[in-house]
């Protein structure tokens, strides 16, 4: 369904490669001050528990580039140090080694600086992230452009353009809106004019439930397109919360899989069980599982043994009972109340079992027919 | 940012109209039998204030053909009655007269049947639903085709074919599956062979965030090639959530606004205040509010500023206190524990003036540049 994706270089964030047919890579970002050490890093195990794959620290003063140094050591994740204003912060955390910057030249300003960021960055082998957003362009861009896609472009090229002066080409882009049009504009006008791997997001997109949505709107439609190398779903919310987003977002389109697919009837007057509380029970029960499954949850017999069937799990409620199958296959009927708990057992019997494949839930491109 | 619409036939169901150039109508289904007639209704109440225009209600059996006359008498929404297995109950709904019915031709099963009730329907003119899932289809069909997007499709034209044949042309058509692919897949293929409108949903989505996430995936990018003229958001939750759900996918491709759309930053390390409880917070606090605004919540500096300014009402955090902008103006500053306060208040002010437009929120097709 999805097309081609996008040919771009290859880059990596620590050992995570980014771009040129690499699993699309999921980021999030700690919530707190790094002052806040014990936290910071419980922000990134628990992420990475979730499958988070590289995450952001935003260091907005000296103190911040001191604690980096220790979080850096202690994180099972690749870093990523998110600088604005100050570019002397820029340096100084490049100097000590990390594995990736995120400069946004809206806030860096001075192009003098950002080109002895970039050159620091090259000589220490630090990855790039060139961070745009609409909320915070450079004042000439937004002065001949206005806050638009053309000047979201224009401010991430110029900055390409100079890193590439001073030979540095480990670079990825970002071009964010907190609007779903411009965001997609942007990143599809960008795609046509350059092959650096792009880093997605839609930028302040508000609370989990309809920043969700709305990020799996535009990452969805740039996916499909076969735009976009790495994601981050921004949320106001658990850095969890947005790992969890991002691979519904890539399991829908095929792009990659992990943990337990929960596919439930939205209930209505054929469904003879109090369905909703027994699936969010079930959402929180195997919430711990990364293995790529799908258990279906039914109520009724319209489409329930057809989906319980296709599914890993799944039982297909009938008047007072279900049947359950597993693997395709119809095991036995069992009563509403025992539901929940053999659907855990079964998944977590189907978890204990080797995978039969041995690529951990990435797929690789995908091609329209 | 999104394609021409497709052009297809007019339909109505009720007064509501469908298809060509019609702004998506939303929808949302009954979660009870409708022998709880007062639930029933509270529900289509609760979710027309939400925004819903259309209601479906599920007709398993004789007893809720009875209910449903009383239902429609008081529903502020045109019904959908939904309909499977038993064609007498079809012709009952019929012949006592509804906006329109559901009909899947994989639980119908007869075409003799199917005709008898495409039939009835065209003489009491009963707009009908065409309802095709992946988890239904009929024997014939899945034999042949596989559950794939080529059986639905096939399936699909077969019965609009066999309604056309009886001169029943109110018809509306649905091609869905639990995955993004195939529905994506199902409808893009529908829409090149027939110009009925399209009823667009993702089935048995599952819980509300990621199945509000999977299906903002499948139906943004069929919306953003300009494919569905109205929406349903299946999600194992009450209808009003799926309500908010369609009304977030619509507006995040500009086909549709409704209510607040907080812009929120995701909070880091430069954040000084707890952003997240007072977002959650305001979101229930405006969820009352009907009117299409933006409101910004931004913890720092960095796209504060941008987006607060480009917000109806926008709060830029900084060290120890906000800026307030009110449409794009610096109005004073304020200390976080009065933020939410006085956001709300500034929200019921606007929304207290009259509207500048008085298109109620819908926006026409929208075109590619």
Chains 1, 2 share one sequence.
Request: hydrophobic residues 40%.
């Amino acid at each position: 369904m999805i097309r081609r994706r996008r040919r771009t270089r290859r880059i990596y964030v620590g050992s995570v490669p980014i771009g040129d047919g690499a699993p699309v890579a999921v980021q999030s970002m700690t919530k707190v001050h790094p002052r806040h050490i014990a936290i910071t890093l419980r922000q990134i195990e628990e992420a990475a528990k979730a499958g988070c794959e590289i995450m952001r620290v935003a260091v907005p003063d000296d103190e911040a580039v001191q604690c980096l140094q220790e979080i850096r050591e202690r994180s099972p994740l690749p870093l990523v140090a998110d600088l604005h204003f100050n570019p002397r912060l820029a340096l100084m955390v490049v100097e000590k080694g990390i594995e990736a910057i995120r400069v946004n030249p809206g806030t860096i300003r001075s192009r003098k600086r950002l080109r002895e960021i970039f050159e620091a960055a090259k000589e220490k082998g630090v990855t790039v992230r060139v961070g745009i957003n609409a909320g915070s362009l450079p004042r000439p861009y937004e002065e001949r452009f206005g806050r638009t896609p053309e000047a979201m472009v224009a401010c991430a090229l110029d900055a390409v353009e100079l890193a590439e002066e001073v030979g540095h080409r480990e670079l990825k882009v970002s071009l964010k809106a907190s609007d779903v049009p411009r965001t997609v504009e942007a990143y599809r006008l960008f795609s046509r004019r350059s092959d650096y791997p792009l880093h997605l997001g839609v930028t302040e997109a508000g609370p989990p439930f309809s920043g969700g949505i709305k990020s799996a709107v535009g990452l969805g439609i740039l996916l499909a397109e076969g735009i976009g190398d790495t994601i981050r779903v921004s949320l106001t919310g658990d850095p969890v919360l947005e790992v969890r987003a991002a691979y519904h977002i890539l399991r829908a389109l095929g792009l990659r899989e992990r943990g337990v697919d929960i596919i439930s009837c939205p209930t209505c007057g054929r469904c003879e069980v109090d369905l909703e509380p027994m699936v969010l029970e079930l959402e929180r029960r195997l919430a711990h599982i990364d293995r790529p499954l799908t258990v279906a949850v039914m109520g009724c017999v319209v489409n329930g043994p057809g989906e319980a069937k296709e599914a890993d799990v799944g039982i297909a409620g009938g008047k007072s009972s279900g049947v359950l199958f597993i693997k395709g296959r119809v095991v036995e009927k069992i009563p509403p109340e025992k539901w929940i708990e053999r659907l855990v057992e079964e998944v977590e019997r189907l978890v204990a079992e080797p995978p039969l494949s041995g690529n951990g839930g990435c797929t690789g491109p995908a091609e329209e027919p």
